[in-house]
């Protein structure tokens, strides 16, 4: 009501009637993306990405020009808020495209609340409970969380290459367990039994004791580690003898580990990992896509190919524009017809198909890639398989992945999913 | 150490107790009691074993540190740069000649020299201003730090090492008794044991140079007292050059060894300037025996910690650091002054 008090009147003080103007304004979208800190590189890709979005679109959506704002935070959840509400009061922006975190978008949940007729279509952040936990009504997500980015990748093992006894080694901390419990239950409900399961504190350099303590009787050890971490995990693991085969999750394979100086690195080649993309997926859409965002930028200016970070801001910004288009820039009565479009439609995006379910979280496609060598001397992903329409409770009833409990270092019991344990 | 054992009766015979635990722990065969309680022997083992090449990889960067502490009063922040500069070096000077060995001799040379630059052209200027030098070494890690980022990037590199020291050893340490009674020998990364030897050699070499010759007689006394020890005649800038550059030196090397069988990547640097700090701290500032058992008890502490609770590891380093700073604040083996 005061909003509404207070927008008529400034409306009235610059002399324009506000009724007739509603619909010539431009749509204000707020990009609230990292740009300090260890995801500076990626966020700066998702910002090109809603450039190139928009652009394509033509600038306009809805018959409304776009115009944005940038907001910088540094992956803090109260820098984050911090800049969303300048995004609001200061910027008076109608939309946000944000955050990239974990963390922040579980602060950018409970800040949505608190402004029902604007919406937040997530960046990229992946953390589980921003959209299962006492979700936001007007807060979407169009990309896979953390949990679901795990999918896929038990069966595969399992089926594909006859592993199935594992150990594990992960980080000690919500983003490795939520990805770990993905590849957990899927390589349970497959009747994969996990051996024995190593956390490992996010920061640790010396992983020679864990190593060591590795079971002897198993086919693999399910790596989720990345960054820092995985490098000085690969280099003592061969070091040690390495001696069996190695699966990864979402971050062990990333261009981070792939494109580390010295051959630590080579232990990965032949792992099979699971993720929201396959850098070489052969689907015309990811094709058409990579093609256009190599144009678009120049080389010194962009990533070989779309980063993670990208394809999430590149997504949202889709999104964003085809539910403007569908209710005609439309933005009035709290935004309820553009949140009830973004709720409904369902959204083509360059990974597929993709729908919302109940807590405006996306159903969609996981991507399983193998390590190879690149025949120049490094690394890369090869598409291998992937696995369609994994939704947010990863195929289990809602009352059945209630019951599994959030993500934690014993949850899931393998036992209960079909598979064994220890 | 007959001294030792006259004076502290109790502690001695309590430490050679633990020795007698230690040594028992690692050649007997365990009983499936001890398995039940403390896990597979060949866990224990490694434990043990990572924690003490862990343990000399610290003592390699804290012993200059604690050095040039105790003689020069210098706190110098900026010696984990001095580690990660000489990490990098390594790394460009053994892919480009592919002599791992060769990296040593040339960044110790290299990052000795920078140190000699470093005490010649900074810390003399400002002698005995300890704010003043603390503060300049830090805005030397800051300046450092951002070279070496714009050099060599933001990401993690490896050193790799040579083909004969790749893979795992078999030491003559029986890990397991299979149940048809035939041993299993334990196998441990052949470039941790060569690192363990190297360390123990340069601590060894470092005490006789300090107890033994002239310039350790020189750097002793330096210690104790540097005002009396210039007074006498000698040419303390000359003592302190050496044993700057020798420290930095040292540092450079532990940054190839630490590229070896860690990884070296931006922050690198302030982890171990942390870690050499504690390792100070608990030893006993300008102790080389100090840093050593300083060191190894703090890479022992990380590793067991890692493996047997993991959920507390992080917290052992500074509980035995607070625990040293409350009931014997001057080191296990530092001289209250």
């Given at each position: ?285 990811w094709q058409d896509y990579v093609a256009a965002y190599r144009d678009a930028f120049p080389e010194d200016e962009r990533f070989p190919s779309p980063s993670l970070f990208g394809v999430g801001y590149y997504v949202a910004t889709l999104a964003a524009i085809q539910a403007l288009n569908e209710v005609d820039g439309d933005l009035s009565d709290g935004q309820a017809a553009f949140q009830e479009a973004l709720a409904t439609m369902p959204l083509e995006t360059p990974l597929g198909t993709v729908t919302l379910n109940e807590n405006r979280q996306a159903t969609g496609s996981v991507f399983i890639n193998e390590v190879v060598e690149d025949g120049e001397g490094g ?44 | ?337």
């Open positions: 009501m005061r909003k509404a008090l207070i927008a008529s009147i400034s409306a009235l003080a610059l002399g324009l009637p506000s009724g007739a103007m509603a619909q010539d304004d431009p749509v204000r979208i707020g990009i609230l993306v990292a740009l300090e800190g260890a995801f500076a590189e990626g966020g700066a890709d998702g910002v090109r990405n809603v450039e190139l979005a928009i652009e394509q679109a033509g600038g306009s959506a809805g018959g409304r020009e776009i115009e944005t704002v940038v907001a910088p935070t540094d992956t803090t959840p109260d820098t984050t808020v911090r800049q969303a509400r300048k995004l609001i009061e200061q910027d008076e922006v109608d939309i946000i495209i944000g955050p990239l975190s974990g963390s922040e978008g579980i602060a950018m949940r409970d800040f949505a609340k608190t402004i029902p007729d604007h919406t937040v279509i997530n960046g990229i952040s992946g953390a589980l409970e921003t959209t299962w936990v006492d979700p936001a009504e007007n807060f979407f997500r169009f990309n896979l969380d953390g949990a679901q980015w795990g999918a896929g990748l038990g069966t595969y093992v399992v089926e594909e290459k006859g592993w199935d006894r594992v150990a594990t080694v992960a980080a000690d901390y919500s983003f490795g367990y939520t990805n770990f419990l993905g590849f957990a239950v899927d390589f349970c409900r497959a009747g994969g039994t996990i051996v024995e399961r190593f956390w490992v504190p996010l920061g640790s350099s010396d992983f020679g004791g864990v190593i060591a303590a590795m079971p002897t009787d198993i086919d693999a050890i399910y790596l989720g580690v990345g960054g820092t971490d995985a490098i000085n995990f690969l280099n003592q693991y061969a070091q040690a003898g390495a001696d069996t085969n190695l699966i990864g999750g979402t971050i062990m394979a990333d261009q981070t580990v792939l494109t580390s100086r010295g051959r630590a690195k080579e232990a990965l080649i032949g792992t099979p990992t699971s993720g929201p993309l396959a850098e070489d997926n052969p689907d015309p859409a690394l890369k992903n090869e598409f291998k398989a992937r696995q369609d329409d994994v939704n947010q409770t990863l195929g289990m009833t809602v009352e059945a992945f209630t019951a599994m409990g959030l993500p934690s270092r014993t949850t899931p019991d393998c036992n209960a999913l079909g598979g064994n344990e220890g | 150490m007959q001294g030792f054992a006259r004076r502290h009766p109790v502690w001695s015979l309590l430490i050679a107790l633990a020795a007698a635990v230690l040594a028992w722990l690692i050649f007997a065969p365990w009983s499936e009691g001890l398995e039940s309680v403390l896990g597979a022997k060949r866990i224990f083992l490694n434990a043990l074993f990572g924690g003490i090449t862990l343990g000399a990889l610290y003592f390699l960067v804290a012993s200059g540190f604690t050095l040039i502490f105790g003689l020069m009063r210098n706190v110098n922040l900026a010696h984990g740069s001095l580690y990660l500069l000489g990490g990098y070096l390594g790394f460009e000077v053994s892919e480009r000649t592919g002599s791992w060995l060769l990296a040593f001799p040339v960044v110790f040379l290299l990052v000795g020299l920078l140190g000699i630059v470093l005490q010649h052209q900074v810390f003399r200027r400002m002698e005995g201003e300890e704010l003043r030098q603390t503060m300049v070494t830090i805005g030397l890690s800051v300046v450092l730090a951002d070279i070496m980022l714009w050099i060599w990037g933001g990401q993690s590199y490896t050193i790799f090492a040579p083909d004969w020291l790749f893979g795992p050893v078999t030491l003559p340490i029986i890990s397991d008794v299979r149940d048809s009674g035939e041993a299993i020998y334990l196998r441990y990364p052949a470039v941790r044991m060569a690192i363990l030897a190297a360390a123990i050699v340069i601590g060894v070499a470092m005490w006789l140079v300090l107890n033994r010759t002239r310039l350790g007689m020189l750097v002793r006394a330096g210690v104790d007292d540097r005002e009396m020890l210039s007074a006498s005649g000698v040419r303390i800038q000359y003592v302190f050059l050496a044993v700057f550059a020798f420290g930095a030196g040292l540092a450079g090397m532990a940054g190839i060894v630490g590229g070896t069988f860690q990884s070296l990547s931006p922050g690198e640097d302030t982890r171990f300037l942390l870690a050499s700090l504690v390792v100070v701290i608990v030893g006993g500032m300008g102790s080389i025996p100090g840093a050593a058992i300083g060191a190894l008890a703090i890479g022992l502490s990380e590793q067991m910690g890692l493996v047997y609770a993991p959920t507390y590891s992080v917290v052992f380093t500074f509980l035995i650091m607070a625990a040293v700073l409350a009931f014997r604040p001057q080191g296990l083996l530092g001289e209250a002054r």
